[in-house]
């Protein structure tokens, strides 16, 4: 698929010699200060995109709108409230009008649709008249969508800080029938649940898929041969195959940093350890050992350590050892036990599942077990994986009862929890990288 890639943005030439490829946030007279208690979304204007069809033009701001919305760090303002309607992405905006309409963040794009996809769109300080964004985009026909998703993120990073999220996507366990005999399936989304496809035909059970660096490599627990087993699966070509021939029971897989390795989890003779290989095949080598359950291991970013879960002390805790194995540390020291430890993208943060008293947590903490927060709290809420820009955590909940697991996100200080839509039932997410 071409696309015209954030690196390779064209500048806008508009007029007044304003158009910039992104101001800097330092420049910005417009930010959101996204934490702490006097937290308020920033209200933002966003009329429909100009076009020569009209229909499409609103479609593409309306993905804009629910995207910023469902942060929870914008409020998108009533289109049928604003001076206009429609924005001329190439005027300069009469900044008076808007200002009496109290709008101080303003958007105003255009995007046709031919043998291209063509947009721009810009976004502007109605208090100091200044622009904050200018940026254009071409791309294939089929990818609409991704045009308003990478538009969304140019917005959130200008007025945030940091990068977006929004142009990414999810594979996750899909989940139908009854509870009984539920067929449970690999698929993938975008990020706000549009695009599902499925990537296995429900044939046997799929579990725990997790995305590679590169977002082209998935591997996941396929249940093929009666027993878990770790598999690969790539998604431009459809192909899959088995990753290692150890033990009874492979589990619990998740990509080194480079893509060129997968760490996971062998059951043997009652005991289960951790093991790593290449994707290319290889002979697995052992990390951990002894008679305890190692298990869901997650690299640090930056590839030398790896965390898990590890019942050695009695009850399943966090551990965290050096990428080659040997003398872990615990790290987790609350009350229950801790289990499914994952990396932020900035390495700043681990997420995991806590469960005590008969709850749930989603929580996080620094990687040497300070700073311990719980983000929710349910009767089973687990299996997190962070959005790349390290804000947001996505993970399943299930009621009980006879219905099923659902996707829900929330952000690391505890704000906006969001369902997000999917087709049927779904566990185990895994968020991607932003799209390039």
Request: proline share 6%; charged share 15%.
């Amino acid at each position: 698929m071409s696309f015209v890639t954030r690196r390779n943005a064209l500048k806008l030439g508009l007029a007044g010699g304003l158009a910039m490829a992104m101001a800097s946030r330092a420049n910005a007279q417009l930010n959101i200060t996204v934490e702490g208690a006097n937290f308020r979304p920033l209200p933002i204007a966003i009329p429909d995109f100009a076009s020569s069809d009209p229909a499409f033009g609103r479609e593409i701001a309306e993905i804009v709108r629910n995207n910023l919305s469902r942060s929870g760090l914008f409020l998108p303002l009533d289109t049928a409230s604003l001076p206009i309607q429609v924005g001329d992405v190439n005027a300069t905006p009469d900044f008076n009008t808007w200002r009496t309409a109290n709008v101080d963040a303003l958007v105003m794009g255009g995007v046709e649709r031919g043998g291209t996809i063509s947009s721009s769109v810009r976004v502007w300080d109605t208090r100091q008249g200044a622009q904050v964004v200018g940026q254009s985009y071409n791309t294939d026909p089929n990818s609409a969508r991704r045009v308003g998703h990478i538009i969304s993120d140019a917005i959130y990073s200008a007025l945030a800080g940091g990068t977006g999220y929004f142009d990414t996507r999810v594979i996750y366990t899909a989940e139908s029938g009854p509870k009984a005999n539920r067929v449970r399936r690999l698929a993938i989304m975008d990020q706000d649940g549009a695009n599902m496809q499925y990537l296995t035909d429900g044939s046997t059970m799929a579990l725990t898929p997790r995305f590679s660096p590169n977002g082209d490599m998935v591997t996941y627990m396929n249940f093929a041969d009666g027993n878990p087993q770790v598999y690969l699966l790539q998604l431009s070509t459809g192909r899959q195959q088995r990753l290692a021939n150890v033990g009874a029971m492979t589990f619990a897989p998740r990509f080194s940093p480079d893509g060129g390795t997968v760490a996971f989890s062998v059951e043997q003779g009652g005991a289960t350890n951790i093991y790593t290989v290449g994707i290319n095949g290889g002979q697995p080598v052992q990390l951990t050992s002894g008679a305890a359950i190692d298990t869901g291991p997650s690299y640090s970013p930056d590839g030398s350590r790896i965390a898990f879960e590890s019942d050695r002390g009695g009850s399943p805790q966090i551990y965290m050892m050096g990428a080659s194995g040997g003398n872990p540390n615990r790290i987790s020291f609350g009350q229950g036990s801790y289990s499914t430890p994952v990396w932020s993208p900035q390495g700043d943060l681990i997420a995991f599942t806590r469960q005590s008293g008969g709850q749930f947590n989603i929580g996080i903490m620094n990687p040497d077990g300070s700073g311990e927060r719980m983000l929710y709290s349910s009767y089973h809420a687990e299996g997190p994986t962070w959005a790349p820009n390290g804000r947001v955590i996505m993970f399943f909940q299930d009621p009980g009862g006879n219905d099923g697991p659902k996707l829900q996100s929330i952000d690391i200080w505890g704000r906006n929890l969001l369902t997000i839509p999917t087709e049927g039932y779904a566990s185990d997410p895994s968020w991607s990288k932003l799209r390039s």
